[in-house]
């Protein structure tokens, strides 16, 4: 076990620059999770960690070590690949034992690791197959007991579960969950779905362009989103985002939402002549009890059982532009989460409450958080 | 989709017709071997002879050095697919993985080297063995038959390595090995069928020459190969085609038997599997 230290690293291909100025500590034991969209440098910043690509400038040091020049195989990490990269003509015994093999483990120390790694995993059955005969579910553990027998310093996953269905992902993501409580070892975990991401990290790491936006515990990245970006790709559905021009008097500053005044609950010096993008979480909205309430008129009531998620069309004057958003679409729209909701329907006139300390203030501009 | 019976029925029978005109010539190349040579010019064809001569095939083992020109034969081929292998892996394997400056125009550039006709080279060829010692020696043919081999193999395997996920090597360098451990322990034995297939289109090559073999080993009986001897049993007023055939008859088996063995890897899809 090792903590992570990633020193300024940067990559450029060419002209091209792929991560800039990557800084980021990893405690030793840490579930930490890199999440963006697709392109955003996660599984680069993975692959540079795991020794398979050259970082173009910085330092990586694992367990105090600088391993930056150092062959894969010789950083002592193990990596879990999205579509599992199982050797196809090595049985499963073979593949899970290839590792220590390589660096001359005797025979019968691997012949008590593999089969340990095997029943923890639940795949002891298995060990005398080939790859092509298992299912998805049962590769995924292969894969990872390849990288647990190896009883590495770091498990590296570039998106393990991306391959399975919704189901599944779900049972492996619990299964991988707790496999680190029990093993604790220093984690890295790649993903572009942000559920994967809030429900298995300690720590997040978000990235947009190759930059990081934000790094924080869940919670921290679902309260207090360091920028637009985090606010929107954070959640299911993400924040609701509007623009809004405050206006101050007396009683403090206000927008009007729905042409209804809602106070803002800020200093009306920061934001008085400024234009800003408001956030309201979908699930901060309820059907009664809150000191603010507009009333609206839904476009689309989808169920999903035990939710309902209610879709309105923005006011012209609250919709913010599509350069302001990552998602064009959500520019438009205003979604709202509502649990055990009874009966609601389309173009039927529908008040929501709201508390006002939940809004978030962001700079249009630069994206940056206000409040 | 299922098929209608007529359409199962209109596939079946272009399958047996097709098959049918490309068995026919073994077939024929058969029953000659068989035939007594008055019988060969029957009127209508008979397509089985009345009294088959299964003795021909001993009487050619005894009349000619078949058995030296078959070890010639395989020789020449397995020297020649050997070779080729040795450069074309390590080649192909660069073409598919590493980014090279200029790489697309070398790979057509070995690519265009394949679109030469071997009678083209066979003049530099013949001039760069003599001044190297090397006519009437096998190593003459199996160098030249690599030279042909070579730059088709190349792309072939190149093709092949493109279709097995980087990951592989990526998974095996992180469980310790090295970028040639990787390959060697990964990649290639992933590749069986990729690397059987191009071993036995080299084979093909190289069984199947003619000009190069005339041409370098005309004075040395004791090298030539198969296709150099038959050619060698025609006389110049009278051929006895029985003989001929038989000999070409022989000439097949090793092919055949190749074709059998590596038919499993020719047909197998080894990277099943590996991912999703």
């Known amino acids: 076990m090792a903590d992570i230290r990633i020193e300024h690293v940067r990559k450029s291909y060419g002209a091209l620059t792929v991560l800039h100025d990557f800084d980021l500590t990893i405690e030793d034991g840490e579930f930490v999770v890199f999440v963006g969209p697709s392109g955003c440098g996660k599984s680069t910043m993975l692959k540079i960690l795991a020794g398979l690509e050259n970082a173009t400038s910085g330092r990586i040091l694992i367990g105090g070590e600088d391993v930056t020049d150092r062959a894969p195989g010789d950083r002592d990490i193990a990596m879990v690949f999205q579509n599992y990269a199982l050797y196809p003509h090595l049985t499963v015994r073979g593949n899970m034992g290839f590792g220590l093999k390589m660096r001359g483990v005797p025979a019968s120390e691997i012949d008590r690791r593999v089969n340990d790694a095997a029943r923890l995993l639940g795949v002891d059955h298995l060990l005398d197959r080939r790859p092509k005969q298992l299912s998805g579910g049962q590769r995924q553990r292969v894969a990872l007991g390849r990288a647990i027998v190896r009883e590495p310093r770091a498990y590296l996953m570039d998106e393990p579960l991306s391959n399975l269905d919704a189901k599944l992902r779900v049972q492996m993501r619990a299964e991988i969950s707790a496999l680190h409580q029990r093993l604790n070892v220093t984690t890295v975990y790649v993903t572009h779905d942000q559920t994967e991401a809030m429900t298995m990290a300690n720590r997040i790491v978000i990235m947009r362009d190759g930059t990081i936006q934000q790094i924080a515990d869940p919670e921290t990245m679902f309260y207090k989103p360091a920028n637009l970006f985090v606010a929107s790709f954070i959640g299911s559905p993400g924040m609701n985002l509007l623009s809004a021009k405050p206006k101050v008097d007396e009683s403090g500053a206000a927008v009007e939402l729905f042409g209804t005044r809602v106070p803002l609950p800020v200093d009306p010096a920061r934001v008085n002549g400024h234009n800003l993008a408001l956030g309201l979480r979908p699930e901060h909205l309820t059907l009664a009890g809150g000191p603010a309430s507009v009333t609206v008129t839904p476009t689309l009531v989808e169920s999903l059982g035990s939710e309902k998620y209610i879709y309105v069309s923005l006011p012209e004057e609250n919709r913010l532009s599509a350069d302001e958003v990552s998602d064009g679409r959500r520019s438009e729209q205003f979604i709202v989460r509502l649990p055990e909701a009874g009966a609601i329907r389309a173009s039927e006139p529908l008040t929501l409450y709201f508390d006002p300390a939940r809004i978030h203030l962001f700079d249009p501009a630069s994206g940056a958080a206000i409040i | ?276």
């Not at chain 2, 008979?46 to 009294?51: A, I, L």
């Not at chain 2, 990526?170 to 290639?188: H, K, T, Y």
């Open chain 2, 1 to 276: 989709m299922r098929r209608t019976p007529l359409q199962s029925l209109a596939l079946y029978g272009a399958v047996i017709v097709i098959c049918g005109i490309l068995v026919f010539p073994i077939y024929w190349l058969f029953i000659t071997a068989l035939s007594q040579p008055d019988a060969l010019r029957a009127m209508p064809p008979k397509f089985w002879p009345e009294h088959p001569n299964w003795g021909i095939f001993a009487e050619v083992l005894n009349d000619k050095p078949l058995l030296l020109w078959l070890k010639n034969s395989v020789l020449a081929a397995l020297g020649a697919v050997g070779l080729s292998m040795v450069v074309s892996i390590p080649a192909g394997y660069a073409l598919s993985r590493f980014r090279l400056r200029g790489g697309e125009s070398l790979g057509l550039v070995i690519l265009t080297s394949k679109m030469l006709p071997a009678t083209l080279l066979v003049i530099p060829l013949f001039v760069i063995f003599r001044q190297l010692g090397l006519l009437g020696s096998l190593w003459s043919v199996i160098l030249a038959h690599a030279t042909l081999i070579v730059p088709f193999s190349t792309w072939m395997l190149k093709g092949y390595f493109d279709t097995i996920p980087q990951e592989l090597e990526q998974a095996a360098m992180v469980d310790g090995c090295s970028p040639i451990g990787a390959m060697i322990r990964v990649v290639l034995p992933v590749s069986a069928p990729g690397l059987a297939a191009t071993a036995l289109y080299g084979f093909v090559l190289s069984w199947a020459d003619y000009a190069y073999a005339r041409t370098f080993l005309t004075s040395a009986q004791q090298n030539w190969t198969l296709n150099l001897g038959i050619t060698t049993m025609r006389g110049e007023y009278i051929s006895n085609w029985a003989i001929i055939s038989a000999a070409c008859v022989l000439a097949t088996i090793p092919v055949l038997f190749i074709y059998l063995f590596l038919e499993r890897y020719l047909v197998g899809g080894m990277t099943a599997g590996s991912e999703k």
